[in-house]
């Protein structure tokens, strides 16, 4: 088997016609030009999403903003004032008080109107703020689940950077779904599949489910050669829902197909449910097996739980140096029985 292959360096940039991931070309809805800044986008829209614990989706309305009150307007008297009576000389001083009146009132009338200009530029600097907001995926009150270091970076530096996030981490449980549909890009055997993040994790989702999409339909991934080909959707009952969560939550799901993940706090495929879990601490943070390599761990991380999706059992390497297949424990260890493995993220690596 191609998993098998020796001394071959699965962190070295590839080329080809091939799906990769990184800077280069990737593959359905997802694909980016060129290396275009990320917009961090949440993982919880505040829109017909809503969250998606149980199977059945729900979805929800947005309310509209309410109308304003009026209050009553500030009229200004009207009428002409009585003219003064008295001696010439009031009548001069009446004249200069009242030109004293005019100018005073045009220097306040300026005031006021240049204070209008000021509120009214600051009143669009709020509006612009807002709808900036808004775009970078803002919603209102809910806590955000895209983490605000991933605004300015490409597809590449996000899957190459380390996040924070603690390893004992329990999230509320509830689920958000990715919205929008990532075409299938192949001919295989077509499987389609939804995205959940758990609400709070402060990671970015539609960076994981470009990552899903990207990795799976790699020709050194499950898609290899044209025989399987994965489909993004939100809506309607996929073949699974590949999931992020808390390692509390991860615990919780594993455990409803007889799963323990606690003790090494990894993920798994709870075959029970339709959930493909990932540990959103590993996705993260990585392992020690892999050091500073996260970009392919987290590919590892999805070949692997949707291989026993498919149907694939834990095997290992068997020769000193060898890659370690994909299906082998990489999180918990890459030598065995005195043999050194090779960390690989690929089913068919040399593809």
């Known amino acids: ?82 003219q003064a009576k008295g001696s010439k000389g009031r009548t001069f001083t009446g004249i200069a008080a009242a030109a004293v009146t005019t100018v005073l009132a045009v220097v306040v009338a300026g005031q006021v109107t240049h204070g209008r200009e000021d509120t009214t530029a600051g009143t669009r600097s709020a509006t612009g703020q807002a709808r900036d907001a808004r775009t970078s995926g803002g919603t209102g009150s809910a806590a955000p689940s895209s983490s605000p270091s991933t605004a300015t970076l490409t597809y590449a530096q996000a899957m190459d950077t380390k996040y924070p996030l603690s390893a004992t981490l329990r999230g509320p449980g509830k689920f958000d779904a990715i919205p929008g549909v990532d075409k299938a890009p192949g001919k295989g055997q077509k499987y389609t599949y939804r995205v959940d993040v758990e609400q709070g994790l402060g990671l970015d989702g539609k960076l994981f489910a470009e990552a899903v999409q990207a990795t799976l339909n790699d020709d050194r991934s499950w898609a290899h050669d044209g025989a399987r080909t994965f489909e993004r959707t939100d809506s309607g009952k996929p073949d699974f829902v590949i999931t992020l969560a808390s390692p509390g939550t991860t615990a919780k799901w594993c455990a409803k197909s007889d799963l323990d993940t606690s003790e090494e706090n990894v993920s798994c495929d709870s075959a029970a449910t339709e959930r493909v879990m990932i540990n959103a601490y590993r996705w993260a943070q990585g392992s020690k097996t892999y050091g500073a390599h996260i970009h392919a761990y987290r590919q590892m991380l999805i070949n692997h739980e949707v291989g026993h999706r498919l149907g694939y059992s834990h095997v290992q390497c068997t020769k000193n140096g060898q890659l370690a297949p994909v299906m082998q424990q990489q999180t918990k260890f890459l030598d065995h029985d005195g043999i050194h493995c090779l960390p690989n993220p690929w089913p068919y690596p040399r593809s």
């Open 1 to 82: 088997m191609d998993a098998f292959g020796e001394e071959d360096d699965v962190f070295s940039p590839r080329t080809g016609d091939s799906a990769r991931i990184g800077a280069s070309a990737r593959t359905g809805a997802s694909a980016r030009t060129g290396d275009s800044a990320r917009t961090g986008a949440s993982a919880h829209p505040a829109d017909p999403y809503g969250s998606v614990t149980d199977w059945d989706r729900t979805r929800v309305g947005v309310p509209s903003d309410a109308d304003g009150g009026g209050g009553d307007d500030d009229t200004p008297p009207t009428g002409v004032p009585a």
